[in-house]
């Protein structure tokens, strides 16, 4: 018989060579693996775990050992605290995009707004706009198929109503104007070292990568997005912290007025916004 203290310590010794955070992911896989709360696990130490229960734990340790993310061990990330389910399908949502979340609730005013979210992988934008405003209708679009099952199960689980759409960014959306068109895109440059790194290696490099040095689908998406957009409608982008005066320059080409760059809680670069003027 092996209990939870006894199974954490094991856990935690073979994760300790691997994991800076080794005490934190056993704390979780133990608890998804007996479906238990951090407080229950630390009222009740001398529980026994099953056989099953154990090899389960074994199997997600080996799996974290290998530097695969928690998230997609445990099939879940909360985001705007709200519990999202991910796969190797979805980016897995950082908290930095919270940030392009509260941009949005701060700049759009109106009731009963459209918003478009070009990229919506697990739908984590889409469900945190609508979880503050029921009255918005929220569009989540991606390419990738796998992707948009992921949202729309978590549209269920959450009872979120928002519309989601297979597109290659504008492609098959029907002629409709939008308040908002809000994005975070793929937006690394492909050579970048740190793809070699930590939980990216585990995402889709679909999520993940862009041409012309991570550029490419913010330039595409820009060119187009005036069609997209009401008169004083604004477009808005999450992109690399190094990335803000090139955003800029590609919106100030795309014709887009009052841009400006907003910073993270690091102080680096982190959404472009730009408003667009239909011509008088
Ligand atoms: C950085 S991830 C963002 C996912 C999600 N919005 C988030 O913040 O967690 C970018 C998303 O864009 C999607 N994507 C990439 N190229 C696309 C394209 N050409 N058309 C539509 N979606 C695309 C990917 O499948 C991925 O889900």
New binding site residues.
């Given amino acids: 018989m092996i209990t939870v203290k006894q199974a954490q310590q094991r856990a935690v010794e073979v994760l300790l060579l691997s994991s800076d955070t080794a005490h934190m992911d056993v704390n979780i896989l133990v608890g998804h693996c007996l479906q238990k709360s951090r407080t229950w696990l630390m009222t009740w130490p001398d529980a026994a775990l099953t056989d099953d229960q154990v090899v389960e734990l074994e199997g997600y340790v080996a799996r974290r050992v290998k530097g695969e993310p928690i998230a997609y061990i445990v099939g879940e990330q909360e985001f705007w605290s709200l519990p999202l389910k991910v796969n190797r399908f979805?980016?897995i949502?950082?908290p930095e995009?919270e940030l392009l979340v509260e941009l949005a609730l701060e700049k759009i005013i109106k009731k009963n707004a459209t918003i478009l979210?070009?990229?919506?992988?697990?739908g984590?934008?889409p469900f945190a706009l609508k979880s503050e405003h029921p009255d918005w209708q929220v569009t989540g679009?991606?390419?990738?198929q796998d992707?948009l099952n992921v949202a729309k199960e978590n549209a269920d689980r959450l009872q979120l109503v928002v519309d989601f759409i297979q597109?290659?960014?504008f492609e098959k959306i029907p002629e409709q104007l939008f308040d908002l068109v809000i994005s975070?895109?793929?937006y690394i440059d492909g050579t970048d070292k740190h793809l070699a790194e930590g939980d990216v290696r585990f995402e889709?490099d679909?999520?993940?990568i862009a041409d012309e040095q991570g550029y490419g689908?913010i330039r595409r998406i820009s060119c187009e997005a005036s069609r997209y957009l009401t008169d004083g409608g604004l477009l808005m982008f999450e992109h690399g912290f190094e990335q803000g005066a090139g955003v800029r320059r590609i919106l100030k080409d795309s014709q887009f007025d009052e841009i400006e760059t907003i910073k993270d809680l690091a102080g680096l670069d982190r959404v472009t916004i730009g408003r667009w003027r239909s011509a008088p």
């Fill in positions: 979805t980016l949502p950082r995009t979210d070009l990229g919506t992988g697990s984590a934008i679009l991606d390419f990738s992707a597109s290659d960014w975070n895109p793929p889709p679909t999520a993940l689908d």
